[in-house]
C-alpha cells in the first residue's frame, strides 16, 4: 500500500490504540511518516530547475577541486552549496557575501578563491575564526601544487609553438630580462609580481636581452597575456592567505646589488601600491568573531557593507532563525541560503510556561505556529537531528554507547538523586575500556565522587538492564522514522515565515546535498525583489 492511496489522515490513527494510545501497527505508523516528509510533500524545488533559472546555459567556473583540501562530506557540501551561491550572487550582480556561521572558513575561502567573491564569514568563536586563519596557511601547500601544474602547462605550450629548438629559451631570456630591468614598459606592475611568484615559467637564468626589437615587443605582449591569465589563479588563492603565510614578493631572484637604495626602495613601494590595489578589486576572505543576534547591526560588523547575499552552511540552532530575520530586515541584503543543523538547540517559544517577551525565539518563527502555540520539546527536536538515510543504507545507530548512556542516568537519578544538569558526557564512550570505566569518566565530568560506588554496582545495574538493549534499539529505530517529520515541521516554519514577508519575490526549500554523506541537506532559499533597496 503506497501513502499516496491511503485517502486521509484518520487511516494513519490506527496506528494507535484509540484507548492506550500505545503503538499497535509499526508498518502504518512508517508509511505515515514517510508520507509526511519533504520528498513526499511535493514543496522542494529541484537545485537543477534552480539553477536553470538562475544562470539559464552559463558555464560553471572550472579550477580549484575542494577534494583536495577537504575531506569528502565538507567537499560535496562546499561545491554543490557555493555553485548556487555564485549564481545567485550572478543573478544580482552582486560582489560580496556574508557567511554566517563560518567555522573554518571552508565555505568562505572556497567563494573568494573559486569565485572570486568578497566573502566576511562571521563566527562566534574565536578559535574558529582563528582556525580559518590557520587553515588558510595550509592552503598555500595546496597552491604550491597547483602553481607547479601551471607552469608545466605553460611550458608544455611553449614548447609546442616553438619553430626552432633554441626559440623557447630565448623568448623566456628575453622576457625575463624586460620583466625584471625594464619592468616600466609593462602596464600592469602586477606582472613583476607574478613573475617574482612563478619564476621564469620553468624557463632558464637570465641572459642578455636580445636586440630584435619587433620579436620583443611580440614577446612581452604575449607575455603579458599569458601573465594576465595567470594573475587572477595566482591572486585568487594569495588574497585569502594571511601576511605570513607568504614570502616577500622581492625575493632573492632580484639582483638586488646591482641597484642603488633609491630603485630599490621606489619598486619596493610600486610592488606594494600595486598589491594594494589589485587586493582591493580582488577576492578576498575576511574571518571576523562576532555574536549573530536577530537585533545584529551587520554595518556595525562590516564598515564597507553593500548589497550583498547571506549564507549559512549548517548554522547551529537558533543561529539559523537569526539569519532569516536579519536578511529580511536588511534591505541591502538581496538573498539568503541557509542550510541549518543542530535542532536540540533551538530555543522554543511556549516549552516552558514562563515567557519572556522580550526574547526572540528559534521555533516557531511563522505566525500560523505562533497563533496555535506549537511547541516541539527537547525530545522531538532531538530526533529531528537523526539521520535515516544512512540507516537505511546500513550505517546503523550506536546502540552500545545509547544503552550505557541510558544506564548511567538510571544510576545517577536513583544513587545520587540528580535528575538535571547543566553538564555534559559529551562523547566519553570512544574514550572507554568498558562500562565501569565510561561511568567513572561520566561521574568526574559531571563533578559527581564515584567514591562511594564500587565496581559490583555498576555492574548491577548493567546486568539488571542489559536484556532491554533490543527495546532500546527498537525505540531508537521509531525515532529515525519520525526524524523526517519532525525536521519538515521546522523546515516549513522557516518557509512559511518567509512567505509572511512583503518584500520577498521568491522562497523555498531546496534538496542541496546528498542525504547520506550530509543529513542535513535542506536550504532555505530566499530572494528579494530586485527593486528592494
Not at 558526557?425 to 574514550?431: D, I, M, N, W, Y
Request: glycine share 4%; proline share 3%.
Amino acid at each position: 500500500m503506497h501513502a499516496d492511496m491511503l485517502g486521509d489522515d484518520d487511516i494513519f490513527s490506527s496506528a494507535f490504540c484509540e484507548n492506550s494510545e500505545k503503538l499497535i501497527n509499526v508498518h502504518l505508523f512508517a508509511l505515515a511518516a514517510k508520507y509526511y516528509s519533504l520528498p513526499n510533500l511535493g514543496v522542494c524545488t529541484p537545485l537543477e530547475d534552480m539553477l536553470e533559472a538562475l544562470k539559464g546555459d552559463s558555464e560553471g567556473a572550472a579550477g580549484i577541486k575542494p577534494d583536495e583540501f577537504m575531506n569528502n562530506k565538507k567537499s560535496h557540501e562546499v561545491k554543490v552549496m557555493s555553485e548556487l551561491v555564485d549564481s545567485i550572487a550572478n543573478y544580482y550582480g552582486i560582489k560580496q557575501v556574508i557567511d554566517i556561521g563560518s567555522g573554518k572558513g571552508y565555505l568562505s575561502s572556497f567563494l573568494s578563491m573559486q569565485y572570486n567573491l568578497k566573502v566576511y564569514g562571521i563566527d562566534s568563536s574565536s578559535s574558529n575564526t582563528n582556525g580559518a586563519h590557520e587553515r588558510n596557511k595550509k592552503l598555500k601547500k595546496h597552491w604550491r601544487a597547483y602553481q607547479s601544474r601551471g607552469r608545466e602547462n605553460f611550458k608544455s605550450q611553449s614548447l609546442e609553438k616553438s619553430n626552432r629548438p633554441m626559440e623557447s629559451e630565448i623568448n623566456c631570456k628575453t622576457i625575463n630580462e624586460e620583466l625584471l630591468n625594464n619592468a616600466n614598459s609593462l602596464q600592469n606592475q602586477d606582472q613583476v609580481i607574478i613573475q617574482d611568484l612563478v619564476p621564469s615559467f620553468g624557463c632558464t637564468e637570465m641572459a642578455t636581452p636580445e636586440t630584435n626589437t619587433e620579436t620583443e615587443a611580440d614577446l612581452v605582449t604575449g607575455a603579458q597575456s599569458h601573465e594576465t591569465k595567470l594573475s587572477e589563479e595566482v591572486l585568487a588563492v594569495l588574497n585569502v592567505l594571511p601576511a605570513d603565510a607568504v614570502e616577500d614578493f622581492y625575493s632573492s631572484r632580484y639582483n638586488c646589488g646591482e641597484l642603488c637604495e633609491e630603485e630599490k626602495v621606489q619598486r619596493k613601494m610600486t610592488s606594494l601600491k600595486s598589491k594594494a590595489r589589485k587586493s582591493s578589486e580582488s577576492n578576498l576572505y575576511f574571518p571576523l568573531t562576532s555574536c549573530i543576534t536577530a537585533e545584529t547591526e551587520l554595518s556595525d560588523i562590516i564598515t564597507d557593507l553593500e548589497d550583498c547575499m547571506m549564507v549559512g552552511l549548517h548554522t547551529c540552532g537558533d543561529l539559523a532563525a537569526n539569519t532569516l530575520r536579519i536578511f529580511t530586515a536588511k534591505p541591502e541584503i538581496k538573498a539568503v541560503c541557509s542550510v541549518g543543523c543542530c535542532y536540540h538547540l533551538l530555543s522554543e517559544q511556549f516549552e516552558n510556561q514562563e515567557e519572556c517577551q522580550d526574547q526572540v525565539w528559534g521555533f516557531p518563527m511563522c505566525q500560523y505556529l505562533k497563533d496555535k502555540g506549537w511547541c516541539c520539546g527537547r525530545n522531538a527536536r532531538m530526533s529531528a537531528c537523526l539521520a535515516l538515510e544512512r540507516v537505511a543504507v546500513g550505517q546503523m545507530l550506536p546502540t552500545e554507547s545509547l544503552f550505557y548512556r541510558a544506564v548511567l542516568q538510571v544510576i545517577i537519578e536513583e544513587i545520587y538523586g540528580v535528575t538535571k544538569s547543566d553538564r555534559h558526557v559529551g562523547k566519553t564512550f570512544s574514550k572507554s575500556s568498558s562500562f565501569i570505566d565510561y561511568v567513572r569518566r561520566s561521574l568526574k565530568k559531571l563533578e559527581l565522587d564515584d567514591s562511594k560506588l564500587p565496581d559490583s554496582c555498576i555492574m548491577d545495574y548493567y546486568e539488571k538492564y542489559k536484556h532491554r538493549m533490543n527495546e532500546l534499539e527498537a525505540f531508537n529505530m521509531l525515532k529515525v522514522v519520525l526524524a523526517p517529520c519532525i525536521e519538515v515541521l521546522i523546515l516549513l516554519d522557516r518557509l512559511c515565515y518567509l512567505k509572511e514577508q512583503e518584500n520577498i519575490a521568491w522562497s523555498g526549500l531546496v534538496k542541496l546535498f546528498d542525504p547520506v554523506k550530509s543529513p542535513r541537506c535542506y536550504a532555505v532559499i530566499a530572494l528579494k525583489n530586485q527593486s528592494c533597496s
